[in-house]
């Protein structure tokens, strides 16, 4: 009991300091520090839509229908209908970051145990694999595309295709690292000491394999939303007057030589989104990396 304090004690200042030095990291970083930024700033967009939107996003004007970014009180335009584009950008944000998120942690609850067990279960992991294999072999937008259109359109069901979608890239990553985690020196000294393989997956693996999946998430997120852009462009997504950009996208194309930007302004919001999920996923996989500069 006399030594259980000291123990504890160091893990935590082990846990601060790892904490410190990520943050310290990422604050050396100025794409790191721009991505955070654009990130918060769409999160916060998307929280309140309701009351920074300057118009609702279903509202039609059709007395100024693609009216130019500027005009008639739109700082984005409107489109074909009057609706103001600025607003519909703002929830098409809070839906593409919605699907994203949900996507990811389906993905994650299901993609990580199954990681863990065909990573330490020798005879799981043959079974566990082929069936990652198979859904690998489908591309990862064509098979959240057959799934959508199986469930049918809706953003939950959107939400539950991109993320099946993605479990085959979560398995394989966590799988790896577990293999890897699984030879060290810890692992088998917890097993000689009478651990159980619930314990040392819990309390030794997944701990130390936590880096990993968060960096994956990170990735998983611009690919969502990209998913969910294309679903929605074809119609498989979000479906309307529940705006989304995928949607805007698909409605513009119709009419982008008279108001292109009604187009470029939804394609602008997807890029900036993708590109700082993007930029903080390689910044944090730089932070978390113990090999790294301090």
Known sequence: MTTAIPVAAATTLRTRGRRARIIRRLGRNPLALISITVLLIAVLVA??????????????????????????????????????????????????????????????????PLGLIAGYYRGADSVISRIADVLLSFPFLILAVGLAAIRGASLSNAAVAIGIAQIPGVLRLVRSDTLRLKSLDYVAAALVDGASDRWV?????????TSVILVQATVALPAAILGEAVLSFLGLGIQPPQPS??????????????????????????????????????????????????
């Open 47 to 112: 929280v309140s839509a309701n009351w920074v939107a300057p118009d609702s996003a279903s509202a039609t004007d059709l007395a100024h229908t693609f009216s130019p970014p500027g005009t008639a009180g739109h700082l984005l335009g409107t489109d074909d209908l009057g609706r103001d584009i600025l607003s519909r950008i703002m929830f098409g944000v809070r839906a593409s970051l919605e699907v994203a998120f949900l996507a990811v942690l389906t993905s994650l609850v299901i993609g990580v």
């Open 201 to 209: 997956l819990l309390r030794h693996i997944l701990p130390n394999a």
């Open 245 to 294: 950009l995928g949607t805007m996208l698909s409605a513009a194309q119709e009419f982008a030589a008279r108001a292109p930007w009604a187009a470029v302004f939804p394609g602008v919001a997807i890029m900036l989104l993708a590109l700082a999920f993007n930029i903080f996923g390689d910044s944090l996989r730089d932070a978390l990396d113990p090999k790294g500069s301090r």
